[in-house]
C-alpha cells in the first residue's frame, strides 16, 4: 500500500515537472487579464469570463502548451539529463508510449475547442501546434533563430485573443515588443545556463558557436533594448498605473547584467534566468492597474 501511494506520487510530480503546470497557470492568468484589461477594457470581468469563445481559446492554448512541453522533452531528454537531471529522472517514472499519446489527445483536444470558435481558430492553433515541433525537431538547433522562434512561440497564445477581440490599440504593439525582446534575452541566458547539456549533445546554440562573451553582448544589448517601449509605455500615460512597472523593469536591467556578466556557472545564470522570470511574473500581475474601472 505504502509502495503504492510513493509510486502515485512520483507519477504525479513527474506529470507537474513535465507538463510546467505552474507555467501554464501563469500564462493562463496572463491571457485573462490581457483580455479584461488590454483587448477588451470596455467589457465587465464577468463578460470576459463568461464568453465561451475566450474559454474555449484559452483552454486551448493551455493544452497546445502542455503538449509543446512534452514533445520538448522527448527530444531534449538525453540534453536534459545533463542540465536537469533530478527532474529528467522523476520524468521517467512516466513511460514514453504514455507521453506520446498524452501529446496527440492534447493536440486534438485543442483543435476541437478551437473548433468551437471559428474555423480560422482551427488553422491557428494548427500551425501553432506544427511550429512548437518544428521548434523542437529542427529550429531550436540553429544560432538565434531558436532563439527568436522562441520568443515568438511564447507571444502566440496572446496573439489568438489579439486576433478575436480585434484589438487596434497602438500600446498593445509596444507590449509586445518589450515582451518579446525580454523573452529574446530570457531564451540566451537559458543557453547560457544550459551549456554543458548544448555541448554533449552537439547543439549548435549561439554561446557555443560564438562564445559566451558574444551571448552576454547580445542580452545586454536585448535588456537595454527593453528600454525604448519601456519609456514609451511609462511617460505617454496610455497604461494607467502600469507605467510604474516599465519604470521597474528598466531598473531591474542594472542588477541583472551585473549578474549575467559576473556569471560563470550554471547556477549563476539561473539566478539571472529566475530574476528575469520574476520581472514577468510581476509584469503579469501590474497588469490590473491599466484600468481600475473595469474591477
Not at 487579464?33 to 464568453?51: N, V
Not at 509605455?233 to 541583472?256: K, R
Not at 520581472?279 to 500581475?285: E, K, M, N, R
Request: glycine share 4%; aromatic share 16%; net charge positive.
Amino acid at each position: 500500500m505504502r509502495r503504492s501511494l510513493k509510486r502515485i506520487a512520483l507519477k504525479s510530480f513527474a506529470v507537474f515537472s513535465l507538463l510546467r503546470l505552474q507555467n501554464i497557470s501563469l500564462i493562463i492568468l496572463a491571457q485573462y487579464l490581457c483580455a479584461a484589461f488590454i483587448f477588451a477594457p470596455q467589457r465587465s470581468i464577468a463578460q470576459i469570463l463568461l464568453d465561451t469563445n475566450v474559454i474555449f481559446l484559452i483552454l486551448a492554448s493551455a493544452l497546445t502548451i502542455a503538449s509543446g512541453y512534452i514533445i520538448n522533452a522527448f527530444y531534449d531528454q538525453e540534453k536534459d539529463l545533463i542540465n536537469k537531471p533530478y527532474v529528467t529522472m522523476l520524468g521517467r517514472h512516466l513511460p514514453q508510449r504514455h507521453k506520446i499519446s498524452a501529446y496527440f489527445v492534447l493536440n486534438f483536444t485543442a483543435v476541437v475547442l478551437s473548433s468551437a470558435v471559428s474555423f480560422r481558430a482551427v488553422l491557428f492553433f494548427s500551425a501553432y501546434i506544427f511550429s512548437l515541433w518544428l521548434y523542437s525537431h529542427k529550429l531550436k538547433r540553429i544560432p538565434l533563430v531558436g532563439n527568436i522562434a522562441w520568443s515568438v512561440l511564447t507571444l502566440t497564445p496572446f496573439l489568438g485573443l489579439f486576433l478575436y477581440f480585434s484589438s487596434t490599440d497602438a500600446h498593445i504593439w509596444l507590449h509586445a515588443s518589450f515582451l518579446f525582446l525580454v523573452f529574446w534575452a530570457l531564451a540566451m541566458i537559458k543557453d547560457l545556463r544550459n551549456l554543458p547539456g548544448d555541448l554533449s549533445q552537439n547543439y549548435a546554440t549561439w554561446p557555443l558557436v560564438h562564445g559566451v562573451s558574444s551571448a552576454k553582448c547580445w542580452i545586454s544589448g536585448l535588456l537595454i533594448a527593453t528600454w525604448m517601449p519601456a519609456t514609451w509605455l511609462w511617460t505617454s500615460g496610455a497604461v494607467g498605473l502600469m507605467g510604474y512597472y516599465f519604470l521597474f523593469s528598466m531598473v531591474a536591467v542594472f542588477p541583472l547584467l551585473w549578474i549575467i556578466w559576473r556569471a560563470q556557472s550554471a547556477p549563476a545564470y539561473q539566478k539571472a534566468y529566475n530574476l528575469l522570470k520574476l520581472v514577468i511574473a510581476l509584469g503579469v500581475f501590474s497588469i490590473v492597474l491599466m484600468h481600475w474601472n473595469v474591477l
